[in-house]
């Protein structure tokens, strides 16, 4: 029963009723409890609250490294926000994030879904198979990500050398603009399979074997099984994994700057890679528009997060 | 009054304490540097590769020794290097002595984080005047390069022994195309580069961008257009690999060793690989499009003295600067580092009188160019980004080269325009 536990932590439902405290020792134990409460507040404010709010004054000021340097820049309102958002590059952006994202927690999802039934049923063997469809997690992304462009390569790589057997051309997978994006989400894809296998399989420990039963006796077959039984009961995980597999996927950076840094042409920019660029991509650091762009993605991680706090709610009513 | 629990006053305590102890730690490593370690002189460098034992912090401490204090080295990647002086320079505890790759002399000396050389006295008149421009700033020199590095071509003399090309007829892009052509014809790969889309991706196209004749103040000039049809034409017809796109110089380095290869372009620091090839190579010159020698970018540190609030620091700093570039200084960097040309005449003469075989490579410092020269300073960055993305477009086909170059000269523009 370990498992479902942890996905109830997951959920972040508080748990635990405080006992209301004697009258008589209300104030003492209004301190302890603010004691306690304190290195978290500290914490919180220090590692959290302050870089926000850091964040946030970068993007409202022009820092260029000399401001930066004499803590003089000047203050630009939103200007840092308008001309990021009529970029030509943020609409190439914000598609690519799109793409990327979506096509990447879609297919991570499925793809892990199918592995975490397959090894549900616990046949020999699979335990060794399921711990090492962990590695891909386990590798530091510099190894996976060299790996994957040294695969990719257009002239060397093993991927076009074994299509060039079927008589498949040579495919420019990192170095043209129509495919770097496609070779980026793949190797992506491959990163995130282990986390949803993971999480889904601790899901489906949770479902109680009775019903299956119960359904085979009703003479379900094993696709009415999944569709009636499996899926159903899997939803508020499935909601978590994919919320949480959308923000992992949208702030991104290593795997694509390592791959391509963005190129060619822009054609695998996110709105995460473009950011980085500014900051820490060329000679010059441009940390307010880099700023901006932070704080977009910020934002649209956190309307993510609200759209599914209101379907859990939703779901929640009778 | 409030009686509190032996176990909540602790608690209290504990946590008061620690908080306490973290403000007051956080700022002290840094805040009072100047007046904490008058006896250490404290020295970045962007070499993490050379450690406490190497022969390069043997020879940092051995000029610190010289001015009679310790130097305390640390090594930082070279773009975080950058990042790091930016952010000492904002709470003011910067080190004494920050060895800057050339590019970002300009960026920090705008900010006003650098002293100027003539400030404390140091005569710069000795270096070569190609070489210290990248260091000049409105009429002020930043820093003084410890030693430089440049571009040429390698060759890969069995390959074109075999092909029948003589690297000496190589004299222009004209010559050059001609040798690549027999190269294929041969049966191997002619040539490779790379254009990453980083300042590396610049920095390998900027001899033949300044051989056609172009300037960085105008990027879609038809001489530009040129160098960029040249690199185009190369990836289109598989004169190079299409994989030069996504290449860094170290990943075209690692191609050419394999063999397969008859030229590369790479840098000074590769002599030693080259040596220890599995096969005879040599270097030419890059040529300009209509004959001569390419300018070629100049790459290198320079050394740059932060602000200090006790500019009593700055003699001692001084004395450190003027043991590092010494000719026999400059000898000795130059060889630890293998290889770094010297920056100034005499260093260059003690150095081939060592090491003979290195004329090709001190020609080709003497005829380089730096980034930032023509005052361009802080705009170089920037333009620097327009090129390699048009770059990048060329060659993967996004656009034409004329096209690329267009949009690079108005990304440019307005990039510094801001």
Request: overall charge negative.
């Amino acid at each position: 029963m370990a498992a479902p536990r942890t996905i109830a932590a997951l959920d972040g439902r508080p748990a635990a009723q405080h006992a209301r405290p004697a009258p008589r020792r209300r104030r003492s134990s209004q301190w302890t409890a603010l004691a306690f409460l304190a290195p978290l507040v500290v914490y919180l404010l220090l590692f959290y609250a302050y870089p926000l709010y850091r964040n946030i004054e970068l993007s409202l000021h022009d820092y260029t490294p000399r401001a930066f340097v004499r803590g003089d820049a000047e203050f630009t309102g939103p200007e840092n926000y308008l001309d990021v958002l009529s970029d030509d590059t943020f609409v190439r952006a914000l598609r690519n994030t799109a793409l990327f994202t979506l096509v990447s927690i879609a297919a991570q999802y499925a793809l892990g879904l199918a592995l975490a039934v397959f090894f549900h049923r616990g046949f020999r063997l699979s335990v060794v198979l399921r711990a090492m469809f962990l590695v891909p997690w386990l590798l530091p992304l510099i190894v996976s990500a060299s790996t994957w462009s040294w695969m990719l390569n257009s002239d060397n790589g093993i991927v076009n050398a074994a299509l060039e057997a079927f008589g498949v051309g040579q495919i420019n997978w990192l170095t043209s603009p129509d495919t770097s994006l496609i070779a980026v989400t793949i190797a992506n894809i491959w990163l995130g399979i282990p986390f949803n296998l993971v999480i889904l399989y601790a899901g489906l420990q949770n479902i109680p074997a009775e019903l299956y039963e119960a359904a085979g006796l009703d003479g379900a077959n094993a696709w009415q099984r999944f569709r009636r039984i499996t899926f159903p009961l899997l939803r508020p995980v499935s909601a978590i994994t994919l919320l949480l597999g959308l923000i992992y996927t949208l702030k991104v950076v290593d795997i694509i700057w390592i791959m391509t840094r963005g190129g060619p042409a822009d054609a695998s920019t996110t709105l995460a890679i473009w950011s980085y660029r500014e900051a820490f991509g060329t000679g010059q650091p441009d940390f307010s528009p880099a700023a901006a762009v932070g704080n977009l993605l910020i934002v649209i991680a956190f309307a993510a997060g609200l759209v599914h706090v209101h379907l859990r709610r939703e779901e929640g009513r009778p | 009054m409030n009686r509190r629990s032996l176990p909540a006053r602790a608690v209290v305590f504990a946590t008061a304490a620690l908080t306490l102890a973290a403000c007051a730690s956080a700022p002290a490593p840094g805040g009072d540097t100047a007046t904490a370690t008058s006896g250490a002189y404290t020295w970045w460098d962007p070499y993490p590769q050379h450690d406490a034992s190497s022969a390069w912090a043997e020879r940092v401490n051995a000029c610190g020794r010289q001015a009679g204090v310790t130097i305390e080295r640390t090594a930082y990647d070279t773009t975080a290097l950058t990042n790091q002086a930016l952010l000492a320079g904002q709470e003011g505890n910067a080190p004494d002595v920050i060895l800057l790759d050339n590019p970002a002399v300009s960026t920090l000396a705008d900010a006003g984080m650098l002293t100027a050389m003539s400030d404390f006295g140091l005569d710069t008149s000795r270096f070569d005047e190609n070489l210290i421009a990248a260091g000049e700033l409105d009429g002020k020199t930043y820093g003084i390069p410890i030693g430089a590095n440049t571009l040429a071509l390698y060759y890969n003399k069995k390959i074109l022994d075999d092909a029948g090309v003589d690297p000496g007829s190589i004299k222009d892009w004209a010559s050059l195309n001609e040798a690549l052509k027999k190269v294929k014809a041969a049966g191997k790969k002619p040539i490779t580069f790379a254009a990453i889309g980083t300042e590396e991706g610049s920095f390998q196209f900027l001899p033949w961008f300044w051989g056609a004749g172009a300037q960085l103040t105008r990027l879609d000039s038809p001489q530009a257009v040129e160098a960029l049809e040249l690199w185009h034409s190369w990836v289109k017809d598989g004169i190079a690999p299409n994989s030069v796109i996504s290449n860094s110089q170290n990943t075209t380095w690692e191609e050419f060793l394999t063999g397969e290869f008859a030229f590369a372009e790479n840098g000074t620091w590769q002599i030693n690989s080259a040596e220890k090839a599995g096969f005879p190579t040599g270097i030419v010159q890059i040529p300009a499009k209509g004959g001569g020698v390419a300018p070629t970018p100049t790459g290198g540190e320079f050394i740059t003295v932060p602000v200090q609030k006790d500019t009593q620091r700055y003699n001692t700093t001084k004395k450190i600067l003027e043991c590092m570039t010494t000719p026999e200084g400059l000898v000795e960097t130059g060889t630890t580092f293998a290889y770094y040309i010297p920056s100034t005449a005499d260093g260059q003469q003690a150095i081939l009188a060592k090491e003979a075989g290195l004329k090709p490579w001190v020609d080709a410092v003497r005829t380089a160019k730096g980034r930032t020269s023509d005052n361009l300073g802080t705009d170089y960055p920037k333009i620097s980004e327009a090129l390699w993305t048009a770059v990048q477009k060329a060659l993967s086909g996004a656009a034409s080269p004329a096209d690329a170059l267009r949009e690079a000269q108005a990304q440019a523009k307005q990039a510094i325009g801001n």
